[in-house]
T-cell receptor, first 115, second 111 residues
């Protein structure tokens, strides 16, 4: 069965430091995509980063990078130089092959950035 | 280029009433997904539609819930005879390639 697991209900980090949010996934499908979304207290879902299962290099988008370890089935999000505005819920999600992007979400990690 | 639009942003219904949630995808997108988020949980897929077609409704409850995406106009998620357990945030998303963009959500409260 396809599943996303985020084992950290809550994390905190000091401003300007880096933080890693964990995500493991389970699928037998060889073709899949991995996503990270940010949900601030206002409630909207903000797309952060995408990694395809066949991508050779780890995805990066500004201060966000995805540490993709295919053999371990992990897709951790690394946020560098944390800012107070990074405080939010973070969701890892997976899409499967089949021609469309139906997403399976993890339970989320609440990140608090302390000054 | 406007993003995904959803309205209303907040909706209050009494038990037994109907709720209609609207979603306009991003310009040029013809694929719409609906998700539901219960408090303190991740999003759960409900249904995937293309114009005039339901492609995957595996996440939709069997009763009271329906969705459509007509040739003209927004996609509609309809919940008949709402119950308290339907209180949640309902998100619509549209996709282009590998990226999926979400609307701001509709927060449904059933009293």
């Amino acid at each position: 069965a396809q599943k996303i697991t985020q084992t950290q209900p809550g994390m905190f980090v000091q401003e300007k430091e880096a933080v890693t949010l964990d995500c493991t996934y389970d699928t037998s499908d060889p073709s899949y995509g991995l996503f990270w979304y940010k949900q601030p207290s206002s409630g909207e879902m903000i797309f952060l980063i995408y990694q395809g299962s066949y991508d050779q290099q780890n995805a990066t988008e500004g201060r966000y990078s995805l540490n993709f370890q295919k053999a371990r089935k992990s897709a951790n999000l690394v946020i560098s130089a944390s800012q107070l505005g990074d405080s939010a819920m973070y969701f890892c999600a997976m899409s499967l092959s089949g021609g469309y992007n139906k997403l399976i979400f993890g339970a989320g990690t609440r990140l608090a950035v302390h000054p | 280029n406007a993003g995904v639009m959803q309205n209303p942003r907040h909706l209050v219904r009494r038990r037994g009433q109907e709720a209609r949630l609207r979603c306009s995808p991003m310009k040029g997108h013809s694929h719409v997904y609906w998700y539901r988020q219960l408090p303190e949980e991740g999003l759960k897929f409900m249904v995937y539609l293309q114009k005039e077609n339901i492609i995957d409704e595996s996440g939709m409850p069997k009763e009271r819930f329906s969705a459509e995406f007509p040739k003209e106009g927004p996609s509609i998620l309809r919940i008949q005879q709402v119950v308290r357990g339907d209180s949640a945030a309902y998100f619509c998303a549209s996709s282009q390639g590998n990226e999926q963009y979400f609307g701001p959500g509709t927060r449904l409260t059933v009293t």
